[in-house]
């Protein structure tokens, strides 16, 4: 799948601006504060009409405009798709000429992976971080995935709330016995889903690792369920029931899951340097998108905004190479030029972001 234009009105900082980028590597570059990132995000909007930076929408429109217009012209197996999304007082998007309101129509069509600072998060943050990574990257390739998440969540909230009150009316217990087995149900099926994702993407990431690191150094994903693979969930559960009342929440369960990342047999949160951590990110986030690809069948469009200024020369060359298959955009401040020997690829395109 390859961008074949971009257009954006009224975008962030832009007012009228358009690319046409190649189908390999194509390199945005230019001063801080040109709109770099801005165009990695509008690229990005195409696969849902959600932001990774923002939940406003209104922080997309250039201020002091009423709307913000994005086109974008792809080609998926040989076919041109043209998409447009406007954002004003409601958001509507536009596909192939078929009109809707929100975004909801754009998922599952245009496929992209995104590695902006932000989620270095993956291995820097807390077990929150890693959980929504996990969740976002299952859900877009498994459809039946976020409501089983939602159902889980909306269970566990009122389960929470029949805890509290259990502490000041213990008639309520009894009905505790009916959200167990709600929450038991939910709980085994996130296990289980993410569980199999984590089996694949371990085993993905370990091998890009080996790749981008040159062979030094191994990396280790392991799943740390919240409820372990001991004991049956049911029984698990059951144990933790006297501390749940206590504490007034539920103490076990997949909302306490967490995915721990190691170098060399220890933890890369706590000791790794910040470009083994960024690697390991990175790894993580290839993965994601070999991944994607063995499911829907083409190659996604990588977006890697501000990636490669931490890392050596051998690290950046694996991972363009790596991408050979991908349309690939990539920001920095330096001069493409750095790119074009490194990359190999006859296709690179630079796009200079100058003064306005
Ligand atoms: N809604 C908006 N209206 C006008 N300008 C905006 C809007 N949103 C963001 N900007 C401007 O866009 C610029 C930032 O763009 P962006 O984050 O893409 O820069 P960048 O080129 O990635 O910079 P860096 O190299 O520092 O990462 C800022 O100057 C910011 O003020
Ligand atoms: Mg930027």
Request: charged share 30%; hydrophobic share 35%.
């Amino acid at each position: 799948m390859e961008v074949k234009k971009l257009r954006l009105n009224n975008f962030r900082n832009f007012s009228e601006y358009e690319i046409k980028p190649g189908e390999g590597v194509n390199v945005i570059y230019g001063d801080n504060a040109r709109g770099k990132t801005n165009i990695i995000e509008a690229i990005w909007l195409f696969t849902g009409a959600k932001s990774f930076r923002t939940n406003k929408d209104s922080e997309l429109i250039k201020n002091g405009e009423s709307y913000a217009r994005t086109e974008l012209e792809y080609n998926l197996k040989g076919r041109i798709n043209k998409s447009s999304i406007i954002f004003g007082e409601k958001k509507s998007v536009e596909i192939n000429g078929v009109k809707s309101v929100g975004g909801g129509d754009l998922v599952g069509r245009f496929t992209c992976a995104v590695f902006t600072p932000m989620h270095m998060d993956i291995v820097k943050g807390c077990p929150g971080d890693r959980r929504r990574f996990l969740d976002t990257s299952i859900c877009q390739i498994n459809s039946g995935y976020l409501k089983i998440l939602k159902e889980y969540m909306r269970v566990l909230a009122q389960r929470n709330a029949l805890l509290k009150d259990i502490q000041y009316e213990s008639a309520l217990l009894e009905q505790l016995d009916v959200w167990d087995m709600r929450l038991c149900d939910y709980a085994t099926k996130i296990r289980e889903e993410r569980q199999k994702y984590i089996d694949k993407i371990s085993k993905e990431s370990e091998k890009i690792y080996e790749g981008i690191s040159g062979g030094r150094e191994k990396l280790e994903i392991i799943y740390r369920p919240g409820l372990d693979f001991s004991e049956d969930a049911e029984t698990q559960i059951a144990k933790a029931r006297a501390n749940d009342i206590k504490y007034g929440t539920t103490t076990v369960g997949p909302h306490r899951d967490d995915i721990e990342i190691n170098l060399k047999g220890i933890s890369a949160r706590s000791y790794g340097s910040q470009g083994q951590q960024r690697s390991c990110a990175l790894s993580l986030k290839l993965a994601e998108s070999a991944m994607l690809k063995e499911e829907t069948g083409s190659s996604p469009v990588i977006l890697l905004d501000d990636v490669m200024s931490e890392l050596d020369r051998g690290r950046r060359e694996y991972i363009l190479k790596r991408l050979g298959e991908n349309q690939v955009f990539v920001t920095c401040c330096d001069r493409p030029e750095d790119y074009a020997d490194i990359s190999e690829r006859a296709e690179l395109k630079s796009f200079y972001l100058g003064e306005k």
